[in-house]
Every structure is written in C-alpha cells, then in structure tokens.
C-alpha cells in the first residue's frame, strides 16, 4: 500500500507531537528547562514551577505605556488581588495539582508573574505553591520582584524584559543583586 505524501507528512508529524507531549509529562521536572535563559537550578521544584502547570501568565490591563498609572503606583498590588476566601482555593487546588501534601503553611501561593510586575491576579497558570524553607524560597523570589518592580518604575528596564527575567530565572536575578 502507497501513501500520499500529503497525507503521510501530517500523520508523521502528528505521532510526533504525541511522543513529544508523552515525554514531558513523563520526564521529571529536574530534566526539563523551565525557562527562555539558562538557569541557575534547572528544575529545582524549589525554586521552578512546573511550567506546565504554571507558565505564567499576565494582566491584559496593564502594560508598559500605564505602569505609572498601574503597577508603579502604591497599594496597586493590593487593589488587584483576589479575596483570601478564592486564594486559599486556588492554594488547595495549587497544591493538589503539584501532589503536595504537607501543611499549607509550608507554601506561599505565588504569583509567578508577581502583581507588581504585571502578573495575571487570578489567573491558575500564574499561581503555584512555593516553598518558604528551605532558602532560597519564597522570601528570596520576593527580594527579586521587589528589586525588578523598582527598575521597571524607575525606567531603567521595561516591564516585558522584568517579566521574562522573572519566569526564566528570578534566581539568577537574586543572586545578581545579592552576591
């Protein structure tokens, strides 16, 4: 039996994505880059999101013509989170999603894409359980948002540039700011 090559190149390319799909989903997360740069510790569920569950995701609403009038502004962060009565959902189904079972104590329910920086507010491909021990951890990824947050609104980085640096490797960026 001969096949059309019109019909043979869609199959074949098809089957690979299937094969491609099967990998990720299989591979440990230690294995795959969760980022557009080199990392620090390619995969460390410490420091990574899974970037399956969580890629990141941001806000329509702001972009960099309004930070001024959006993310530079004090107490905007505030103002576009969501009530703790949805984030203590989203942290559970968080959690349930990265086979998590100890204490949610354990885990900030971060944004990957922090609000400060854009970030989607409730958006569950932006959220991820993140660990406070051991160090680094959430308290370190905090002093990168924080110090990102200052160079988009001072002017000397863009907010896309702040959003990439953070997704690909906000831990490169803390031990950039802290030798």
Same mark, same amino acid.
Request: proline share 10%; net charge negative; hydrophobic share 40%.
């Given at each position: 039996?001969?096949?059309?090559?019109? #019909?043979?190149?869609?199959?074949?390319? *098809?089957? $690979?994505?299937?094969?491609? &799909?099967?990998?990720?989903?299989?591979?440990?997360?230690?294995?795959?880059?969760?980022?557009?740069?080199?990392?620090?510790?390619? *995969?460390?569920?410490?420091?990574?999101?899974?970037?399956?569950?969580?890629?990141?995701?941001?806000? /329509?609403?702001?972009?960099?013509?309004?930070?001024?009038?959006?993310?530079?502004?004090?107490?905007?962060?505030?103002?576009?989170?969501?009530?703790?009565?949805?984030?203590?959902?989203?942290?559970?189904?968080?959690?349930? &999603?990265?086979?998590?079972? *100890?204490? /949610?104590?354990?885990?900030?329910?971060?944004?990957?894409?922090?609000?400060?920086?854009?970030?989607?507010?409730?958006?569950?491909?932006?959220?991820?359980?993140? /660990?406070?021990?051991?160090? /680094?951890?959430?308290?370190?990824?905090?002093?990168?948002?924080?110090?990102?947050?200052?160079?988009?609104?001072?002017?000397?980085?863009? $907010?896309?540039?702040?959003?990439?640096?953070?997704?690909?490797?906000?831990?490169?960026?803390?031990?950039? #700011?802290?030798?």
């Amino acid at each position: 039996m001969k096949m059309n090559r019109q #019909i043979a190149l869609p199959i074949l390319l *098809g089957l $690979l994505s299937i094969v491609v &799909a099967v990998w990720l989903l299989k591979t440990p997360a230690k294995y795959i880059n969760h980022g557009a740069a080199p990392q620090t510790h390619v *995969g460390d569920p410490r420091l990574y999101p899974d970037p399956v569950l969580t890629p990141g995701a941001v806000d /329509p609403v702001v972009s960099q013509d309004d930070i001024q009038s959006t993310i530079c502004v004090a107490g905007y962060a505030t103002s576009v989170r969501p009530p703790a009565s949805a984030m203590r959902l989203a942290k559970q189904r968080a959690l349930e &999603a990265y086979g998590l079972n *100890g204490s /949610p104590r354990e885990y900030e329910l971060d944004h990957l894409i922090p609000l400060e920086l854009g970030g989607c507010p409730d958006c569950q491909t932006n959220l991820w359980p993140e /660990p406070y021990a051991p160090a /680094p951890g959430a308290h370190e990824k905090d002093v990168a948002e924080n110090y990102l947050h200052r160079e988009v609104c001072a002017g000397n980085m863009s $907010l896309q540039e702040a959003q990439r640096r953070i997704v690909s490797d906000w831990y490169r960026v803390y031990l950039e #700011i802290n030798p």
